[in-house]
Each structure stands twice: as structure tokens, then as C-alpha cells.
């Protein structure tokens, strides 16, 4: 456990994300290596099925890691306070808050999965494959529940390091038990998607061993579960506007996804493979507005105000320059990379690829203000400035892919995602003003 209101903003603050930073990589990896595995075992087709539903699963599976990071902050301003019961309370209402929500989740998602990919425009030669895909995939979505909730917990009780440790043991499952799934036993994209949920419950099973055995304060017995009045609709509170806000922003994604499937099968497949690239740049990205958040909360928790707004200012400058050198990675290597999930033969494919980097890569200074902001903000326990925020970067993504693919075609599409991130900073730059003043306000008094 790591206590974030004492010492030096700027080494904390780094020291925290850096395990994020590789964390969300090896998050990524688990996608990535569906793809990478689908992609050179199983062909072209199989790699944009599996692309075809990465839209679905950033609508639910980004709603889970929104409420569970959501129902975190409460958990994290109770240890900055040195609440240690409401901490131990605040994680057992997120475990029952959790199993509710999981099963809501995976009924809901399956019942509309076919209109989902009828509306996604999902192209016929792939929509079986695809279905298969991701109904293996949403059925274990109590799985992937049950990781986030307890990485979550122990993110805002400042242990960024075990759930890392615990995530690479689950992508080297992922990857031997898909491996094994695909070359020995054919089971094709079911294979892929079934790999995928054991690894997770494997994570699952050592984050709980190391909670039980190494982190007290999460330590819990039966009597934690006699839930206070209030302890679960807190949670919900927290959790359900952070979890809708990333779904918000996942419908723009999947409006997206729709345009670029009306180019047809290369245009998917270059989709699917430059996404993943980006993917892993905007985790990183991500990272430092993760650590925010769990910084933030702590610190509000304990009444240190200008030591946020000095935590901002430094995790902004620390996250825009490494923007910088992703960007420039994707835009000189992007070919190269992109290599690594469709071969070298598939020039068509990586020639638009190309073309989704220069797009996207020098503009990842605006999306890593956008994190900084953002997770800043809910740290404060503002929920509703984020989920106004996710909102507009739903519109301007959705209204941007369909307007631009006509004009422009993939490259247009492309475009809508640093459009969006503007969209969703039109939202947020105000109201961090305002934060800022009150925070002011509030250190002057203390």
C-alpha cells in the first residue's frame, strides 16, 4: 500500500503509473493477442471478425472498468481520511454491487447482440464468426468484473504494483491456453474468446490470494458484508454515472466501427490492426489519468487541496511529453507494426493503416489532457462533468465518422477520433477552472 499524500508530487505520482502504464499494456495484450494469434493462424477473415466486435466489447467492457474504477474513489478518499472500516466496508459493498451489475451486464448484452452487429453493419461473410466471438466473451463478463473491482480496490489503497504482477501471469495463460485452443484443438475465434475469459478468472484468483495474504486493510470477514445503510447505493452512485460515461463514449466507437465496415474487409481488418497499435498508446496515456484519480481522491480525502492542483500541473507535463514520442512511434514504425498482425503480403491493409497514424498519432497531446482532467475530476467526485464530457465525445465521433468517410473515406473515419477528444474537452477545460477556484477556496479555509 502506498500512502499518495506525502512526498514529492511529481516522483508519486510517476511512481504510481508507471505499473499502470505497463499494466494497461498487458491489458491490451490480451485483445492484442487474440488478434495477433487469430490474425497469422486463422487468416484475414477471422482477424476482422474478431475486429468486427471490438466495438461491442468497449460498450460493456468499458461500462465495467467505468463502475468499477467509479465505486474505487470512495474506497480511496476513506484511506487518505484513514477510515480503515469504511475502506473495508466500501470494497464489500463494490464485491455485491459488482455480482448485480455482472449479471444485469451479460443478459442484456447477449439478448441485443444481434441488433448490435445489424447496426454495426457487420459485413455477412464475417457475422457468424463474429457472433461467436464476442457471446463467449460477454458471458464471462463477470470475470472480467470481478478483476477490475479488485485491481481497483487495491489501485486506490496505492498498490499499483500487484495487480500488474498478477495481470502478466494471466496474459501468459491467455496466450498458451489460446494457442493450445487454436493449433491443437481447431475451435477457430471460440478458441481465442474462451482463452481469454479463463485467464481472467486466473487473475482473479491470485489478486484475492494476495489481498487475503499481504494487504490488511482489504482483509475482510462476514461481518463486512452486513452492509450500512446507504453502503450499496453509494457505490452504485459512484459507480453507474463512470460506468455510463465510458459506454457513452463506446457508442461513438461503435458508430465508428459501422462507417469504416462500409469499406468493406480490408478496410476492417486495417481498422482492427492499427486500433490495437493505438490501443496500447492510449493506455499508457491513460495510465497517468488513472494515477490521477487515485491521487486525487486520497489527497481530497485528507484535505490536501493545493497538492492536487501541483499533482496536475506536473502529471500534465510528464503525460503530454510522452504523447509526443507515441505519436512520432506510430507515424515513422506504424507500417512495421501493423505487420505483426496481417503479414507483409497485405499491403492494401497497412497502406491504410498508415493512414489511421497519421490521423490519430500527432494529436495524443489533446487525448492525455483529456485523461489528466477527466480522472482528475472524478477523483473529486465529480460524476457529472466526465459523463457531460463523454457525452460530446460521442457526437462529435459519430457525427465526424459519417460525415467525413464520405469525403475523405478511411482516413476521414480516422480523423474522428481526435475530433472527438476536442468534443469532449470543450466540456471539461471549463469545469477544471471552476474546480480550480474552488479547491482555492477550500485550502485558504483549512
Same mark, same amino acid.
Given at each position: 500500500?502506498?500512502?499518495?499524500?506525502?512526498?514529492?508530487?511529481?516522483?508519486?505520482?510517476?511512481?504510481?503509473?508507471?505499473?499502470?502504464?505497463?499494466?494497461?499494456?498487458?491489458?491490451?495484450?490480451?485483445?492484442?493477442?487474440?488478434?495477433?494469434?487469430?490474425?497469422?493462424?486463422?487468416?484475414?477473415?477471422?482477424?476482422?471478425?474478431?475486429?468486427?466486435?471490438?466495438?461491442?466489447?468497449?460498450?460493456?467492457?468499458?461500462?465495467?472498468?467505468?463502475?468499477?474504477?467509479?465505486?474505487?474513489?470512495?474506497?480511496?478518499?476513506?484511506?487518505?481520511?484513514?477510515?480503515?472500516?469504511?475502506?473495508?466496508?466500501?470494497?464489500?459493498?463494490?464485491?455485491?454491487?459488482?455480482?448485480?451489475?455482472?449479471?444485469?451486464?451479460?443478459?442484456?448484452?447477449?439478448?441485443?447482440?444481434?441488433?448490435?452487429?445489424?447496426?454495426?453493419?457487420?459485413?455477412?461473410?464475417?457475422?457468424?464468426?463474429?457472433?461467436?466471438?464476442?457471446? /463467449?466473451?460477454?458471458?464471462? %463478463?463477470? #470475470?472480467? *468484473?470481478?478483476?477490475? =473491482?479488485?485491481?481497483? $480496490?487495491?489501485? +486506490?489503497?496505492?498498490?499499483?504494483?500487484?495487480?500488474?504482477?498478477?495481470?502478466?501471469?494471466?496474459?501468459?495463460?491467455?496466450?498458451?491456453?489460446?494457442?493450445?485452443?487454436?493449433?491443437?484443438?481447431?475451435?477457430?475465434?471460440?478458441?481465442?474468446?474462451?482463452?481469454?475469459?479463463?485467464?481472467?478468472?486466473?487473475?482473479?484468483?491470485?489478486?484475492?490470494?494476495?489481498?487475503?495474504?499481504?494487504?490488511?486493510?482489504?482483509?475482510?470477514?462476514?461481518?463486512?458484508?452486513?452492509?450500512?445503510?446507504?453502503?450499496?447505493?453509494?457505490?452504485?452512485?459512484?459507480?453507474?454515472?463512470?460506468?455510463?460515461?465510458?459506454?457513452?463514449?463506446?457508442?461513438?466507437?461503435?458508430?465508428?466501427?459501422?462507417?469504416?465496415?462500409?469499406?468493406?474487409?480490408?478496410?476492417?481488418?486495417?481498422?482492427?490492426?492499427?486500433?490495437? /497499435?493505438?490501443?496500447?498508446? %492510449?493506455? #499508457?496515456? *491513460?495510465?497517468?489519468? =488513472?494515477?490521477?484519480? $487515485?491521487?486525487? +481522491?486520497?489527497?481530497?480525502?485528507?484535505?490536501?487541496?493545493?497538492?492536487?492542483?501541483?499533482?496536475?500541473?506536473?502529471?500534465?507535463?510528464?503525460?503530454?511529453?510522452?504523447?509526443?514520442?507515441?505519436?512520432?512511434?506510430?507515424?515513422?514504425?506504424?507500417?512495421?507494426?501493423?505487420?505483426?498482425?496481417?503479414?507483409?503480403?497485405?499491403?492494401?491493409?497497412?497502406?491504410?493503416?498508415?493512414?489511421?497514424?497519421?490521423?490519430?498519432?500527432?494529436?495524443?497531446?489533446?487525448?492525455?489532457?483529456?485523461?489528466?482532467?477527466?480522472?482528475?475530476?472524478?477523483?473529486?467526485?465529480?460524476?457529472?462533468?466526465?459523463?457531460?464530457?463523454?457525452?460530446?465525445?460521442?457526437?462529435?465521433?459519430?457525427?465526424?465518422?459519417?460525415?467525413?468517410?464520405?469525403?475523405?473515406?478511411?482516413?476521414?473515419?480516422?480523423?474522428?477520433?481526435?475530433?472527438?477528444?476536442?468534443?469532449?474537452?470543450?466540456?471539461?477545460?471549463?469545469?477544471?477552472?471552476?474546480?480550480?477556484?474552488?479547491?482555492?477556496?477550500?485550502?485558504?479555509?483549512?
Amino acid at each position: 500500500m502506498q500512502d499518495l499524500t506525502k512526498g514529492n508530487p511529481t516522483k508519486v505520482i510517476l511512481m504510481f503509473a508507471i505499473p499502470l502504464m505497463i499494466g494497461n499494456m498487458v491489458q491490451q495484450l490480451y485483445n492484442i493477442s487474440d488478434t495477433l494469434i487469430v490474425g497469422q493462424t486463422l487468416g484475414v477473415q477471422s482477424l476482422a471478425a474478431v475486429g468486427a466486435t471490438g466495438s461491442i466489447q468497449f460498450l460493456v467492457m468499458g461500462f465495467v472498468q467505468g463502475f468499477s474504477s467509479g465505486m474505487a474513489i470512495t474506497t480511496a478518499q476513506r484511506f487518505g481520511a484513514q477510515d480503515y472500516r469504511g475502506v473495508r466496508a466500501a470494497y464489500a459493498a463494490s464485491i455485491v454491487a459488482a455480482l448485480i451489475m455482472s449479471a444485469i451486464l451479460t443478459v442484456v448484452s447477449l439478448v441485443f447482440l444481434d441488433m448490435l452487429l445489424h447496426v454495426m453493419q457487420t459485413p455477412a461473410a464475417i457475422y457468424d464468426q463474429s457472433k461467436l466471438f464476442i457471446s /463467449v466473451i460477454l458471458a464471462g %463478463t463477470v #470475470m472480467t *468484473m470481478g478483476y477490475n =473491482v479488485i485491481a481497483n $480496490t487495491l489501485r +486506490a489503497v496505492g498498490d499499483s504494483k500487484a495487480p500488474l504482477y498478477y495481470l502478466i501471469i494471466g496474459m501468459v495463460v491467455n496466450i498458451s491456453v489460446e494457442l493450445l485452443l487454436i493449433v491443437k484443438f481447431h475451435w477457430g475465434v471460440e478458441g481465442a474468446a474462451t482463452a481469454t475469459v479463463f485467464a481472467q478468472f486466473v487473475t482473479i484468483a491470485f489478486s484475492y490470494w494476495h489481498i487475503s495474504r499481504f494487504t490488511d486493510a482489504l482483509r475482510l470477514s462476514w461481518s463486512d458484508f452486513k452492509l450500512r445503510k446507504g453502503d450499496l447505493k453509494r457505490q452504485f452512485k459512484s459507480g453507474v454515472p463512470m460506468g455510463f460515461q465510458q459506454s457513452i463514449i463506446a457508442i461513438g466507437a461503435v458508430t465508428l466501427a459501422a462507417a469504416v465496415n462500409t469499406l468493406g474487409t480490408n478496410a476492417v481488418a486495417a481498422n482492427t490492426a492499427a486500433s490495437k /497499435v493505438d490501443q496500447i498508446s %492510449t493506455s #499508457m496515456l *491513460m495510465a497517468f489519468g =488513472v494515477a490521477m484519480a $487515485t491521487y486525487t +481522491a486520497q489527497n481530497y480525502g485528507a484535505g490536501k487541496f493545493s497538492r492536487i492542483l501541483v499533482g496536475v500541473k506536473k502529471s500534465l507535463t510528464m503525460s503530454i511529453s510522452v504523447s509526443v514520442v507515441l505519436g512520432l512511434i506510430e507515424v515513422i514504425f506504424g507500417r512495421d507494426l501493423v505487420s505483426l498482425f496481417v503479414g507483409a503480403g497485405q499491403h492494401e491493409v497497412m497502406d491504410l493503416a498508415q493512414e489511421f497514424f497519421w490521423a490519430n498519432g500527432p494529436f495524443y497531446f489533446i487525448l492525455s489532457t483529456l485523461f489528466i482532467l477527466r480522472y482528475t475530476l472524478q477523483g473529486l467526485g465529480d460524476v457529472r462533468t466526465p459523463t457531460l464530457a463523454g457525452m460530446g465525445e460521442m457526437v462529435m465521433r459519430s457525427v465526424t465518422a459519417f460525415s467525413l468517410v464520405v469525403w475523405f473515406g478511411f482516413f476521414g473515419a480516422s480523423l474522428a477520433n481526435p475530433l472527438a477528444w476536442l468534443g469532449s474537452l470543450l466540456f471539461l477545460i471549463p469545469a477544471w477552472f471552476a474546480m480550480v477556484r474552488k479547491l482555492k477556496e477550500a485550502d485558504s479555509v483549512a
